[in-house]
């Protein structure tokens, strides 16, 4: 959910290699994509430029997956905006389905216990919680974090005193608040040995889902589901949430808006989301000369 200015854009070297591919004969034939920061901006719009180069891009073969640390219902009318027919990785990859079946391909439940025991965490420390199953998203905490959220992915966030009794089984739930505090959560979950896996999705966004979730396992479930080798992916995404993506993917590309451990961990960083970062790296590295890309031999 980052953003920044324009970002001066960084290509993949001949000394970077060991990061991701070499130009060589395989062209990419899947896209995945990371929603806020990356595809939309923070008023949950996509530019005229990324939405007409991502039709391009189906247009020419190449599949297309969104990957969002989202709930389901608020990722869908992003999915069917862009005419999408694929299966949608929600939930931090949490959640994987097919939307155009309503089929669900993987849900990963996080035990109760534990997500009890990072609640009270959370509520000892005054922090607020979001709580989120596929269809619905509950908040408790400050209403003005909440009104945040909800103007960023424009969807209902009912505010209770008590999210757990409202959500008693969640998908992921979001604790959010100051980094420090965010950190001293996570210190002790790993100290209690909970059985749950956090990563940022934003300096003051920590999500917490069922041990071992996250949007790069999700994709190489993906990937198998669809038939596509792994280093024939192109990933791009702007948040800590997204580095597992980039381990999994043929070439990973960080929007320009993306902290400085995004960007390290990509091969090349693209302009930022105001600049249609999306739209340089689809045209660069699908549309373009230089769209056939593969891993190092």
Not at 80 to 105: C, E, H, N, W, Y
Not at 137 to 146: C, D, K, N, R, Y
Not at 170 to 189: F, H, N, S, W, Y
Request: charged content about 25%; aromatic content about 4%; proline content about 6%.
């Amino acid at each position: 959910m980052t953003r920044g200015s324009a970002h001066e854009t960084r290509e993949p070297a001949r000394d970077e290699e060991q990061h991701g591919p070499a130009i060589g004969d395989r062209p990419y034939e899947l896209v995945a994509i990371d929603l806020d920061g990356t595809l939309v901006d923070s008023q949950n719009v996509i530019s005229e430029a990324v939405e007409r180069t991502v039709r391009e891009v189906r247009q020419a073969g190449v599949k297309i997956v969104l990957v969002s640390g989202r709930p389901q219902v608020a990722a869908l009318p992003i999915f069917r905006q862009l005419g999408l027919a694929l299966p949608l990785i929600s939930s931090g990859g949490a959640q994987v389905s097919d939307p155009s079946s309503g089929r669900v391909i993987a849900h990963f439940q996080p035990p109760v216990a534990d997500i009890g025991k990072l609640v009270a965490l959370a509520r000892s420390a005054g922090l607020t919680l979001v709580y989120q199953t596929p269809d619905e998203v509950f908040g408790e905490g400050s209403a003005e974090i909440l009104d945040v959220l909800r103007a960023g992915v424009r969807i209902r966030i009912e505010q209770v005193e008590d999210g757990l009794l409202a959500c008693p089984e969640p998908i992921k739930v979001t604790v959010c608040g100051p980094r420090q505090q965010l950190d001293e959560i996570r210190a002790e979950m790993e100290r209690l040995g909970l059985a749950l896996s956090s990563v940022l999705s934003g300096p003051e966004y920590l999500e917490v889902t069922a041990k071992g979730v996250s949007k790069g396992r999700a994709l190489r479930s993906v990937a198998g589901f669809l038939g596509v080798s792994l280093d024939r992916i192109l990933v791009i995404g702007d948040a800590p949430n997204d580095i597992s993506m980039f381990a999994e993917g043929g070439l990973a590309v960080a929007m320009g808006n993306a902290p400085p451990e995004v960007q390290a961990a990509a091969a090349v960083v693209a302009p930022s989301i105001d600049d249609d970062g999306v739209a340089w790296a689809l045209r660069r590295f699908v549309l373009g000369p230089e769209s056939r890309w593969s891993s190092k031999e």
